[in-house]
């Protein structure tokens, strides 16, 4: 299975390319016991991310992954996830809270 998101590939300025980001394709993390996974309705970007994108810190690695900061609902849960069940309404900072487009699943 696959995910979309969105990608910085490199550092450019922002005064010539109107969109740093591009959307790619990339294997859906699977979640593990204690964990949920969540279909992402909307996904927001930090501070510090709004820094790499315009060029004013450069990140650890590249290409990466941005945006952790989501809101969806639950698409599926690990066995030890009781709290949540598919179908609630959930959000907040993600984990693994960047990826690298090269990292595996």
Do not use: N, W, Y
Request: proline letters at 8%; aromatic letters at 0%; a negative charge.
């Amino acid at each position: 299975m696959t995910m979309k998101a969105m990608g910085l590939d490199e550092i450019v300025s922002l005064d010539e390319i109107e969109e740093p980001l591009t959307l790619v394709d990339m294997p859906r993390l699977e979640h593990g016991d204690g964990e949920i996974r969540i279909g992402v309705s909307a996904c927001g970007v930090c501070h510090a991310e709004l820094d790499e994108i315009e060029g004013r810190t450069v990140p650890t690695v590249l290409p990466v992954v941005l945006g952790h900061e989501v809101v969806g609902r639950v698409a599926a849960s690990g066995a030890e996830a009781a709290k949540f069940k598919e179908g609630d309404r959930d959000g907040g900072r993600t984990s693994p809270p960047r990826r690298r487009r090269s990292d595996p699943p």
